[in-house]
């Protein structure tokens, strides 16, 4: 097996994505893609349904799309950036292609080497017992000992670093190559967060737009059904009387820093009255609003902690291409899903995780438009 891999949300696709999917297919390689499922890593439901989604990755340039389980898809950068590696190692991916502001693959090398030191994590801990956040600690400690803390301060080259990170840490034979972006988007989030704001406006017109015509004609078809775009708000009420029921302790499993931080976030809850409350008392300089609505959207979900690696490939869209390399994979071992019927025969984690996700699945179509629970059950992959 050998093939190109991607990590990615696509919430949605948009021209960025398709040039970035188009430049891992240059080699003619399959492209692989590991995508968030219902949730994403920004905390809350992404803005189509994951087979919606995979179908559009296999319009404009995939051959096979993964999902990506929400403890890894919800979880930090770090944990993110592993789970997505860890799935793409599995599917047979040797090359992994990922946007950056930099597009220096060298500099993010060096980069992911340093921060894996043992030393340079300690450091990092003193300047945050000193008082200063993750993300600012690191940075200083990483431009301090190599002269490249400055692609800290740009996302898509945080996340670049994660995934070389992960391929070290994983002593994996893989190769990486890096595209430029100039949107300086996160994750592709500067366009997809347009799309998004326009959708929520009732612009469809402008948000189709800024998509590949591919992936317009579908978001427009899962619209005309009343099945996208998901609104946050639609879970709000649901969510606040879940953290409402929850006692301090209660949050505690979701503080991934281990920092106290479910404490603030439980008086947060306590005094807040809507989601948007709730964020704004908790955010600090070093809690910022990122974490805590994942930890949020967290409890909410009662979601575990990420394992060490994610139990099965659940299939959600292939091409050709893509069946032959499932094929392959077949061949070889990997524990491939492609009928949620079939999960039993690869083991209780496997079987475990699969049956909470179909859980939160229920969840998300209340976002969108509200179905019956089970709809993960009887979802089959989409083949084109």
């Given at each position: ?325 499932l094929r392959q994979m077949q061949d070889s071992g990997v524990p491939v899903l492609t009928k949620a019927a079939d999960v039993g025969r690869l083991g209780p984690a496997a079987q475990a995780?699969?049956?909470?996700e179909a859980r939160r699945t229920d969840v998300y179509t209340l976002a969108a438009s509200p179905l019956p629970c089970g709809s993960d059950w009887r979802k089959t992959p989409v083949m084109?």
């Amino acid at each position: 097996m050998d093939a190109v891999g991607v990590v990615c949300e696509f919430d949605p696709l948009h021209r960025g994505h398709e040039a970035l999917l188009r430049r891992a297919g240059a080699s003619g390689r399959p492209v692989v893609c590991a995508m968030s499922g219902n949730f994403t890593q920004r905390g809350g439901p992404a803005c189509a349904e994951k087979f919606v989604r995979a179908e559009m990755a296999v319009r404009c340039g995939a051959d096979l799309v993964a999902e990506l389980p929400t403890p890894w898809a919800m979880a930090t950068a770090e944990k993110f950036a592993d789970g997505g590696v860890s799935l793409l190692s599995l599917c047979g991916v040797k090359t992994l292609c990922f946007g950056s502001e930099c597009g220096d693959i060298d500099a993010l090398w060096t980069a992911a080497e340093v921060l894996l030191r043992e030393d340079i994590h300690r450091a990092i801990r003193a300047e945050m017992d000193g008082g200063l956040p993750y993300a600012a600690a690191r940075q200083g400690v990483l431009e301090r000992e190599a002269g490249c803390g400055g692609l800290l301060a740009q996302p898509n080259n945080t996340l670049a670093v994660e995934y070389l990170k992960a391929i070290c840490r994983r002593g994996l034979a893989a190769d990486a190559v890096t595209v430029r972006r100039e949107d300086g988007g996160h994750h592709g989030a500067a366009s997809a967060s347009q799309i998004r704001a326009l959708l929520a406006a009732g612009q469809a017109a402008d948000a189709f737009a800024l998509m590949p015509p591919a992936a317009a004609d579908i978001l427009g078809r899962e619209m005309q059904k009343g099945l996208a775009p998901a609104d946050p708000a639609q879970l709000e009420t649901a969510m606040l009387a879940r953290l409402r029921l929850m006692s301090e302790t209660d949050f505690a499993p979701y503080d991934g820093g281990g920092e106290g931080l479910y404490r603030r976030v439980y008086r947060a809850v306590q005094a807040g009255v809507s989601l948007g409350d709730i964020l704004t008392r908790a955010t600090t300089k070093r809690y910022p609003t990122a974490r805590v609505r994942r930890m949020l959207w967290a409890a909410f979900l009662n979601l575990e902690p990420p394992s060490a690696e994610v139990p099965y490939i659940r299939v959600l869209a292939a091409t050709e291409a893509g069946r032959k390399l499932l094929r392959q994979m077949q061949d070889s071992g990997v524990p491939v899903l492609t009928k949620a019927a079939d999960v039993g025969r690869l083991g209780p984690a496997a079987q475990a995780l699969f049956t909470r996700e179909a859980r939160r699945t229920d969840v998300y179509t209340l976002a969108a438009s509200p179905l019956p629970c089970g709809s993960d059950w009887r979802k089959t992959p989409v083949m084109v």
